[in-house]
């Protein structure tokens, strides 16, 4: 399983672009990246996976460069509630995978 | 879709007693986890299952710790006995297929050992 490393924490303010980074030169083949969010008193929640390349959905984006050892999670013009912890995961489709996280980003937006 | 559910959502004990967390898959998926949380340790994987059979346990800290799956609704992670260095949030999640297939978590238990 590919080690995945990320910053401790980040500031932003309201309504600013945030971009979190998280490095996996290991990365396989047949690996994809997911990114999980979490709220104090509560799990982990799945927000986006990709494998190359751009993927978007209704929360965030997911920027993979060609070379996939890094990926970069972007919330766009962030709220208050987006103060979270954000991980990044690396794992494939195949075989029994030990998912381990890592510490994560601990993510604080400001007024 | 009733997402993961886990039971208690708090659980205050004392030394050296036992504590059994219960957990409730979403139905048909094929993995369930137990994950231990503290301010010190992150997230650690303690054990998962997939079709109800462990598959790897490496995760589990101590012989005080076991965990079972007697069917493909239920699994149980029990602490017998219980030391205040155990106090933690335990979440389990569920996932439909291995790997990266996405993980849902449960709210947790959060366990106080006194």
């Known amino acids: 399983l590919a080690k995945t490393t990320q910053p401790i924490s980040m500031d932003s303010y309201e309504g600013q672009e945030v971009n979190i980074t998280c490095s996996h030169n290991n990365i396989a083949t047949n690996d994809y990246i997911t990114w999980y969010q979490q709220f104090p008193s509560q799990g982990p929640r799945f927000i986006i996976q990709g494998y190359k390349t751009k993927v978007t959905n209704e929360v965030a984006s997911l920027f993979i460069p060609a070379d996939r050892k890094s990926s970069t999670l972007s919330l766009p013009r962030v709220s208050l509630s987006d103060t979270a912890v954000y991980y990044c995961?690396?794992?494939?489709?195949?075989?029994?995978?030990?998912?381990?996280f890592g510490t994560g980003t601990r993510l604080l937006v400001s007024p | 879709d009733a997402g993961v559910i886990q039971s208690p959502r708090h659980e205050v004990t004392e030394m050296g007693q036992e504590v059994t967390l219960r957990c409730k898959p979403i139905s048909g998926h094929d993995y369930l986890f137990w994950y231990r949380q503290t301010m010190m340790r992150g997230l650690e994987l303690l054990i998962y299952?997939?079709?109800?059979?462990?598959?790897?346990d490496s995760g589990m800290p101590e012989d005080r710790f076991s965990a079972k799956m007697p069917n493909a609704s239920f699994s149980t992670l029990k602490i017998q006995p219980s030391e205040p260095r155990d106090s933690a949030v335990y979440f389990c999640?569920?996932?439909?297929?291995?790997?990266?297939?996405?993980?849902?978590f449960g709210n947790g238990t959060r366990l106080t050992v006194t």
């Open positions: 999640a569920s996932s439909l297929e291995t790997g990266a297939s996405p993980l849902h």
């Open positions: 299952f997939n079709n109800n059979v462990p598959i790897d």
């Open positions: 995961l690396v794992a494939a489709y195949t075989g029994f995978q030990k998912l381990v």
